[in-house]
């Protein structure tokens, strides 16, 4: 993907005997036929689940004329039949891991169109461009920057507001969905970038899936709904089930970078000295809760996030595997490999980071009122 002129192009070094023993030994264990098929299966299954709970609960909810309690069960269920669309199906399709054709990828990457309201086609410049290239550089990878909202790295500007940011940031992660469903999606076509990655305007299948996307989103979400239920209750009902999901994704994505235990990196760093990108890639990636079995079932490959950075092409369902093959070289090569154990202990880096950008670098004079 082509850069914009006005900022430096940054290079990585991508060898390394890090990672080519590395992918030596994921090339063997994936050399088994029968590893392959058992974890596209488990991919396809989930992905059957995820449309199944969300189908049926909104078939349910718009058609059955559930009760309160039958009622909110469904409404659950939609969440977590989207969130599961977002982690299991969308996520690994965008990044070419679901299909072994492009079309086919991206076929199924379009869920994020139709069930979750945002562009897929943005999508796979926001995340496989500016995320997974350059992960936590300042200025380049659009996942950490939320200036003049939010400091979340180092290398951003201090200013006195974001000493208060590890409690108002929830709120934008509540918001960041809708504004993508809404704003953000047209705003980044208008400017033409994201990050610093170009983002030209979609042509004919992808300007097709663009707008049909939008349009059936709005009608399972919004218009449908409104035959059945009164426009009020729709419009607020969509605001709760928005921010749900909305901050489940951005706290689940947050908690594998921007967290206390994750390594950081301006440009210049990176012009000064160039680095190894399957280290820079290790070092700024935060495991967590590996040995949760919920979790890791519902959110896929997001918790394995080390593993989905050097291998993002690969069903997210091989990632328990391969992160044993990938921590035994990080070991061997002195590669700083960190898993946050808990959930809890996960959610208190985050805060703590938070809380830490928010303070640190005030001027003096500021700081004392
Ligand atoms: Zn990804």
Redo the contacts with the bound molecule.
Sequence with gaps: MEMLTSVPKLSFDTGGEFIRQTRREVDEYLSDPRTRARGRAELYAKGVVAFIVLLGSWLVLVLGHPGLWLGLLCFGGLILGTSLTAFSVM?DAN?GAYFRTRRLNHLVGWTADALLGLSSYAWRVK?NVAH?TYTNVDGYDADITQVPLARLVPQQRPRPWYRLQHYYIWVLYCLMALRWQTVGDVAAFARGSIGTSTLRLPRRWDLAGLVGGKVIFVGWAIIVPMLVYPWWAVLCGYLVYSMIVSLIMAVTFQLAHCVEEADFASAEQLASERRIWAVHEVETTVDFCPHNIVLSWVVGGLNYQIE?HLF?RVPHTHYPQIAKIVQRNAERHGVRYVTQQSLSGALGSHFRHLRTMGRSGIPVALDMG
Excluded: C, T, W
């Design positions: 996520h990044h995340h997974h989905h993002p």
